[in-house]
């Protein structure tokens, strides 16, 4: 297991995802993704699934829209024996421009940070098999 393993997932937000008025999509949404990057980081780095423990932090930092590309990635910086402290980044990469057509969007030339947060999770030591 060594620490610089990195993940990243690209995705678009839907419709289903707008939780409230204005199409805005819940916070949590992006912690689901955070879920999705630590799996998949303790599968690179240990063959397993793992468990997520807890968050250490988390920041919203921008409003997230329906239409919204969002990036999403994550790093492991430290390990144990069996934890593994991750730290996660989610920035909306393309965003819908109705006020120009309803089909309309941008690719921003700086990607906006619309969350960051540090967690933990867990791979049991008889689950380890040792990917990187």
Avoid: W
């Avoid at 949590?28 to 423990?53: K, N, P, Q, W, Y």
């Avoid at 997230?64 to 990469?93: C, H, L, P, Q």
């Amino acid at each position: 297991m060594s620490t610089g393993t990195k993940a990243v997932i690209r995705l678009r937000m839907s419709s289903h995802d707008a939780h409230y008025g204005g199409n805005l999509v819940d916070g949590a949404r992006m912690l689901g993704l955070f879920g999705d990057v630590a799996t998949e980081l303790c599968i690179r780095s240990d063959g397993d699934e793992g468990l997520f423990r807890a968050y250490d932090s988390v920041e919203f930092l921008a409003p997230v829209y329906a239409g919204d590309f969002i990036e999403a990635e994550g790093e492991i910086i430290s390990a144990g024996n069996t934890s593994r402290k991750m730290r996660f980044e989610a920035r909306k990469v393309i965003k819908p421009r109705p006020d120009v057509n309803d089909s309309a969007a941008d690719v921003l030339s700086e990607p906006v940070v619309v969350c960051r947060a540090t967690g933990t999770c867990v791979v049991p030591k008889d689950k380890q098999r040792g990917q990187t």
